[in-house]
């Protein structure tokens, strides 16, 4: 039986998957651990990230996620490839990721293996790597690693809620899996801890993420997701100014005075690059 699922949701990823598979290819942990690798293909696909897939690493299997009527495409996705895996054991990891082979190690399976935790979630760094050394992107992305590295230390005893994470199954199970929300892997997490389940931010790992989300359609569904999740206008209005993200505060207030995330427009700002910069295409 399948001990560990690694389940990766895909859209057009075939610039970032040979990055995560060369990743994942060079963790010693998981050759003495029960694995499979499930990727699924978004419907919306159109370029070549499925024969990236079976190309370098054969031995994964492939779903493919149909059309969802869900609000948030990337959640109905992740969704997707996580009830399409087979593990006890559920690491939920994107496409766009550089791994630190030690989220596999013994001490941290342990803690889910155990059941004194439901799930854990893994530190990251932003390092795009499409994007020019020198340049106005770089000093963005070096500060908000700057100020995520100053408020784990002021916030240190308290849990980060990362979107890089593991769960066992019965926890997912229980708290129902991941929902059509914005930022749902946050609202995961809190549900997890609301029903009584431990979560532990590990920050002795350093994940890069290779694509960093500063685009405006990013920045307008942060905003959106802020004020969802009942954040104060002050609260928002500082965080987008220490983050360099303005249009964070033009999404909070669409949200506050228009719901944007129930009308239609939602849909198609992610797709054209909000929630995930890989939903380009389809609408």
Same mark, same amino acid.
């Given at each position: ?70 609000? *948030? ?14 593990? *006890? ?36 760094? *932003? ?89 405006? *359609? ?66």
């Amino acid at each position: 039986m399948v001990e560990v699922s690694i389940a990766v949701p895909v859209f057009n990823e075939e610039f970032y998957l040979p990055f995560f598979i060369g990743s994942v290819r060079r963790c010693r942990q998981l050759r003495s651990i029960d694995h499979e690798f499930v990727f699924s293909i978004d419907y919306g696909t159109s370029d070549r990230s499925e024969e990236v897939i079976r190309r370098y690493m054969p031995e994964a299997r492939v779903v493919h996620h149909p059309r969802s009527s869900w609000r *948030n495409p990337g959640a109905a996705n992740f969704d997707f490839v996580v009830r399409s895996s087979l593990g *006890n054991i559920v690491y939920a990891l994107a496409p766009d990721l550089f791994i630190d082979c030690r989220i596999f190690d013994s001490g941290v399976l342990d803690l889910l293996r155990s059941g004194r935790f439901g799930a854990v979630s893994f530190r990251y760094w *932003n390092y795009t790597v499409s994007k020019p050394v020198l340049s106005f992107f770089r000093f963005r992305e070096a500060w908000d690693n700057f100020l995520k590295r100053i408020l784990q230390g002021v916030w240190k005893n308290r849990n980060y809620h990362s979107g890089i994470f593991a769960f066992r199954r019965g926890v997912y199970e229980a708290v129902g899996g991941l929902r059509d929300v914005p930022s749902e892997y946050d609202d995961f997490l809190s549900r997890v801890e609301g029903a009584g389940f431990r979560h532990l931010y590990v920050d002795w790992v350093d994940i890069l993420h290779l694509r960093a989300g500063y685009s405006r *359609n990013r920045q307008l569904l942060q905003g959106i997701t802020k004020a969802r999740l009942g954040y104060s206008f002050p609260y928002t209005f500082l965080g987008a100014v220490l983050h360099l993200k303005p249009y964070q505060v033009v999404g909070y207030l669409a949200e506050k005075h228009y719901g944007m995330f129930t009308a239609e427009s939602y849909r198609k700002v992610w797709r054209k690059g909000g929630g995930n910069e890989g939903y380009l295409k389809k609408t």
